[in-house]
């Protein structure tokens, strides 16, 4: 689990995004998720805010997708 911080395209930087890897599993719910890296919006410490955005197979693929 890594946190980085959203980069406009002028490269300044704000907010916060949390990146992590998910085995695959059923959540509480019974809904089945997927294998791969995730990201979604939350500062270190915090609840996320929303649902995860993903999966994607590389962590790298998962940075520039929260960066787009």
Not at 10 to 33: A, N, P, Q, W
Not at 44 to 64: H, Q, R, V
Request: glycine share 12%.
């Amino acid at each position: 689990m890594a946190y980085h911080q959203f980069t406009n395209e002028t490269g300044e930087t704000y907010g916060s995004f949390e990146v992590f890897y998910d085995i695959g599993s059923l959540t509480l719910l019974g809904k089945e998720v997927d294998a791969g890296f995730y990201w979604w919006s939350c500062f270190p410490g915090c609840l996320p805010d929303g649902d995860p955005n993903g999966p994607f197979e590389t962590e790298e693929e998962a940075l520039n997708d929260a960066n787009a």
